[in-house]
């Protein structure tokens, strides 16, 4: 009980340093309980879609997020109900439904720890920090799969040291309320996949024409190198690129020990037919 306590403490300290850097003093000013009452009587937001707008024009999930210190708070004492105005109910795929090859190729190449971590990974940071001190710039990321999660959820681009910690804390918060292949569904139901095509369901549909469920392991590991540069990596865009991501991930596979050599090899000789 004392380790959970700790913990929890933990958590609200780290998110309520990033809410006064974010501009959480705000809250000493006397108008502060108007805008409260407004906050707490406001309507629910609409769901946020999951494709195009109706210009054609392709958009995140957090198009346009809230970023005010009341509405940080908010998502991070009501999470659930924060998730669920943001992600879109049409198409969304249970994990039950999603086929194992595919988790565990997101998994390999995006956050081979992913099953162990609270939410970050102090080795995965600590190794980046390296590589990119090493280099003189960015060439390694250290994001876990729900900090991914939380970024194209909530959080603008903005680099900013009170986002990253209400970032940190927000993935905090996710581990503790929810399991990892709830995080994981979540992820996959939400995450651009390139060429206009936003969550898993689509990506499927869009790509290959398949039920998620019917996905094969290379058509699997094509669409979990995906989201790591869409515009770059989409088999419409450049196959070429597309097999060479794919030819990494299966790679990743093998590391984590998901397949072995031989399946990889026949993975990334076996023919893929896109849907156009």
Not at 63 to 83: K, M, T
Not at 193 to 204: L, V
Not at 222 to 234: D, F, H, T, V, W
Request: aromatic share 12%; glycine share 6%.
């Amino acid at each position: 009980m004392k380790k959970i306590t700790r913990f929890l403490l933990s958590l609200f300290l780290a998110f309520f340093i990033g809410f006064f850097l974010a501009g959480g003093r705000d809250v000493l000013r006397p108008e502060t309980l108007t805008r409260l009452t407004d906050w707490f009587t406001a309507p629910t937001a609409a769901p946020a879609p999951s494709a195009e707008d109706e210009t054609g024009s392709p958009h995140t999930i957090a198009d346009a997020p809230n970023d005010s210190p009341f509405e940080s708070l908010r998502r991070l004492i009501f999470l659930p109900d924060a998730v669920n105005e943001r992600v879109p109910a049409r198409h969304f795929v249970p994990i039950d439904r999603l086929p194992p090859r595919l988790i565990q190729a997101v998994v390999a190449v995006e956050d081979a720890r992913f099953y162990s971590h609270p939410g970050f990974d102090l080795e995965a940071i600590a190794r980046a920090t390296l590589v990119n001190l090493q280099s003189g710039k960015i060439e390694e990321g250290a994001s876990t799969i729900t900090q991914q999660l939380v970024k194209n959820l909530f959080l603008s681009p903005e680099q900013s040291m009170g986002r990253k910690v209400e970032e940190l804390a927000l993935a905090i918060d996710f581990e503790c309320r929810y399991s990892k292949n709830e995080i994981l569904a979540l992820y996959l139901n939400t995450i651009y996949f390139g060429s206009g095509y936003y969550g898993i369901y689509d990506a499927a549909h869009g790509y290959f024409g398949k039920e998620p469920s019917q996905l094969s392991l290379p058509e699997a590991a094509m669409l979990a190198g995906l989201p790591n540069a869409p515009s770059l990596y989409s088999p419409y865009e450049s196959f070429l690129m597309a097999k060479k991501r794919q030819f990494i991930v299966l790679d990743a596979m093998v590391r984590t020990g998901y397949i072995d050599e031989r399946t990889a090899t026949e993975a990334k000789i076996e023919p893929l037919y896109l849907a156009h």
